[in-house]
């Protein structure tokens, strides 16, 4: 099976290089329009302004922007997968958004779709990313965890660490835009490597579609079980498709290091404990990291990755390092201080309910992470989120005194 | 639905065995049809706007469906869908609508003259009669698949042609993007306005796309005669109103409709239809009449008989709550309606409907005397 997708690789590259340069040839190409016979009525095709989508009542990044005219000179491209503008930006058209909440509005079918439809995915990665540009900058990687310092927290006030990025599978298609047989695939590739993970990172595989009552029943109670996405962010980008075939968990014995595969990306890493150990966290899934990257290399296989964007997901908000590091943490006094929200903007961090995104914080107790995922470096955002849980853990101590705090000065995003 | 199938000749580059999609926990029409060899023949198709038999059964595979409950689990992209994939379209319109043929021919009959009685279904039972089609416009493609461009120009071509009906059928129309809170309030309680689609079974099969983006309703000023624009179909049109006057719905659905038509006809487009399968519309549920014509009734005593769901399958109704599709029945008022769609014509359907409710209610007369209705049991039709 290897051998007949790497000839698709290979054949890839050559038909990635045409789309690229021939546009709307190649775009005429790929869009195959071969079974039209004789007398039988053609797709009706409209000009660009008649199919331009209604975007007066958005607020996501898409919709920010893309103008008529980038509309016009994109709509015909394709990737060469065959990926389109209108599916790319479909979930953005179908969910206006929110006055308060600006999300971002498109995805990505494929690694090539980040540079055939640049024009908008450019802008559009500026303003998620706080200004990073793509064609001026690069992103560092740095997995490299010995560099970390400190990053033990005091455990009576956090409860729980955990460090989550994703990875996709370079030759394969994202979520929104794969085939089944593309899915089965990257299924089979990440699961494969997996079983060569040794010591404590052994572990096993659930499938969605074969686990027992008892096994689902098992990781509904470590919390680990994903099931099939509702919101119609996801839903409207086409990545629920075919639910749950193609679909899992893997987690080690010691339920340390656990994947998803195939859910919102290829593959969403996570390297979690009880307690405030952030430093063995971060440890364990860079060589847990490392090592998978090893594993599919041997096999053939690589990720996604390239130095102005770092590694590629389906979401423009994940890609660079697509790391969220995160602690559990008490704080019933800051959290009621009005300084508490410009603290955590100065430190770059942000807050959740323990939930998880768009949950609230129950009993004092928060979901503190880092903001930014593009631009920095893993060990970078993992010290700014170390540094930063030290500082409102003292501010806590502080206010249990009676002690005033400060609101610190900011620091600075792209290092 | 372009989603995951956009290239479909990029797909072929795997086996059909890669990439056929498991059925073994799904329950509906299309998954007893498809087999491996059937995926395989067909999976390089394309109809000429470009849908692919994943598109088809895209929504079949994302809803395994319901052990008691048959969905039928493919949609049409276009007209030509159901004769690219006819080997899978015919068994599944065999199946569905009991045993139409792939060589049967299908009966229109928009006559409404040709319906006996109907005019006198008792008011103390019968609540309120109701008559609904859809149309496709020829030469554009469905729901599933449409783009925005298409839809609106659909939108278009229906409000020209609607704004030139006269007399008790003038109306207005209000898009959906534009209705203003009073308007919306007032359709919510004229019982018109339709709300983007949260069934799975609609949404996975991408009709709910750009919502509400070209979408509305436009109804008479009398309010007994409504037309949908682009939510499942191109065009649903409802004729309704209070009371047992079924001939009075039925003729002014006829006329309607019939206007409609001419309309788009001087206009030059035609509706989709063909003398195998009748009405084309998205879901092959719909073909033929694509008609459903029912009334709210009273039948506390009948429904609770024994032989309650007998008596409706001889006469060839269906039962549902007075919600709808998928709701319950309350306070003994029951939605009964025919439950064919293909294989005969408009008037034969709501003559079906005349004489099953007439009976129905004679049988909940007698049944409320405390008699027995055994002399009235019907035949199979």
């Avoid at chain 1, 409860?159 to 047989?181: D, E, F, K, N, Q």
């Avoid at chain 1, 899992?248 to 195939?262: M, R, V």
């Avoid at chain 2, 006329?255 to 788009?264: M, Q, R, V």
């Amino acid at each position: 099976m290897a051998s007949s997708f790497t000839r698709i690789l290979s054949s890839k590259r050559n038909v990635g290089i045409l789309s690229l340069v021939g546009g709307s040839v190649a775009a005429g190409f790929l869009l195959h329009r071969e079974h039209v016979t004789a007398g039988e009525p053609l797709r009706r095709r409209y000009p660009a302004s008649a199919e331009y989508p209604d975007l007066r009542k958005h607020n996501n990044c898409m919709a920010s922007s893309l103008t008529p005219a980038i509309y016009a000179k994109l709509c015909d491209k394709a990737t060469p997968n065959g990926y389109t503008l209108d599916q790319a930006i479909q979930t953005g058209v179908d969910n206006p958004g929110h006055p308060f909440i600006k999300t971002v509005g498109l995805v990505a079918g494929d690694e090539e779709s980040y540079e055939v439809f640049a024009e908008l995915l450019d802008p559009v990665i500026k303003e998620r990313h706080n200004g990073y540009d793509p064609r001026a900058m690069k992103h560092p990687t740095d997995l490299n965890a010995s560099k970390i310092q400190s990053g033990v927290f005091d455990e009576r006030y956090v409860l729980s660490s955990r460090v989550r990025t994703g990875r996709s599978i370079r030759g394969l298609s994202l979520p929104p835009a794969c085939t089944r047989a593309e899915r089965r695939e990257v299924e089979r590739v990440v699961v494969d490597a997996l079983s060569g993970l040794k010591e404590d990172l052994t572990g096993k595989y659930y499938s969605l579609t074969l686990m027992t009552e008892q096994e689902q029943q098992q990781l509904i109670d470590d919390h680990f079980l994903f099931d099939k996405p509702v919101s119609p962010l996801l839903t409207c980008a086409g990545m629920a498709r075919d639910w749950p075939d193609g679909r899992g968990i893997w987690h080690n014995n010691e339920k340390t290091f656990l994947i998803w595969i195939n859910e919102e990306d290829h593959t969403r890493v996570i390297s979690m404990e009880k307690g405030g150990n952030m430093k063995r966290v971060f440890e364990r899934f860079c060589r847990g990291l490392k090592e998978v990257e090893r594993l599919i290399q041997e096999r053939g296989w690589e990720f996604m990755w390239n130095e102005r964007l770092g590694y590629i997901l389906t979401c423009p908000s994940n890609l660079g390092t697509g790391l969220r590091a995160g602690v559990h943490v008490k704080l019933p006094r800051l959290s009621k201080d009005p300084r508490f929200s410009k603290i955590l903007d100065n430190l770059r961090l942000q807050k959740r309910g323990t939930g998880g995104v768009d949950t609230a914080a129950v009993g004092g107790v928060f979901d503190i992470s880092n903001l930014d995922r593009l631009g920095q470096s893993e060990v970078q955002l993992v010290q700014t989120v170390i540094d930063g849980v030290n500082y409102l853990i003292e501010c806590e101590k502080r206010l249990e005194k009676g002690q005033d705090i400060k609101v610190p000065a900011p620091i600075k995003q792209f290092k | 639905m372009p989603f995951g199938n956009t290239h479909n000749k990029f797909k072929m580059n795997y086996s059909a065995e890669q990439e056929f999609p498991d059925l073994s926990q799904h329950n509906n029409h299309m998954a007893k049809v498809l087999t491996l060899d059937m995926y395989a023949q067909l999976r390089d198709k394309e109809t000429p706007s470009g849908f692919t038999l994943d598109d088809l059964i895209q929504t079949g595979v994302d809803n395994p469906g319901h052990p008691f409950i048959m969905t039928v689990g493919c949609v049409a992209g276009d007209e030509e869908t159901y004769d690219v994939f006819k080997d899978l379209m015919d068994p599944v319109i065999e199946d569905r609508h009991g045993g139409y043929k792939p060589s049967d021919k299908h009966k229109t009959d928009l006559n409404a003259e040709n319906l006996e009685g109907g005019d006198d279904l008792d008011p103390n039972y019968v609540l309120s009669s109701r008559v609904r089609t859809g149309r496709s416009i020829r030469g554009f493609c469905l729901p599933p698949h449409c783009s925005r461009g298409e839809r609106r120009a659909i939108e278009q071509l229906s409000i020209e042609a609607l704004d030139s009906l006269e007399g008790d059928l003038k109306g207005k129309y209000y898009a959906l993007k534009n209705m203003t809170d009073e308007e919306q309030q007032q359709l919510i309680d004229d019982h018109f306005l339709f709300d983007k689609p949260v069934s799975p079974l609609l949404l996975a099969s991408g009709m709910a796309r750009d919502w509400p983006d070209a979408r509305g309703i436009w109804h008479n000023d009398n309010k007994t005669f409504l037309v949908w624009v682009n939510e499942e179909d191109h065009l649903r049109v409802i004729s309704m109103q209070k009371g047992g006057n079924m001939r009075e719905v039925f003729t002014r659905f006829c006329t309607g409709l019939t206007k409609i038509e001419d309309l788009f006809k001087n206009r030059g487009h035609e509706f989709m239809w063909n003398e195998h399968l009748g009405y084309v519309l998205t879901c092959p549920s719909n073909l033929g009449t694509g008609l459903r014509a029912g009334v709210h009734v009273k039948l506390p005593n009948v429904s609770k008989h024994e032989k309650f769901g007998e008596i409706l399958k001889r006469l060839r109704l269906q039962k549902r709550g007075t919600g709808g599709v998928d709701t319950a029945a309350v306070g003994g008022v029951f939605d009964i309606s025919n439950a064919d769609r293909l294989g005969f014509s408009e008037v034969e359907l709501v003559q079906m409907v005349v004489d099953g409710v007439n009976l129905l209610v004679n049988m909940e007369k007698r049944l409320e005397a405390g008699e027995a209705i055994n002399d009235l049991m019907p035949e199979q039709k």
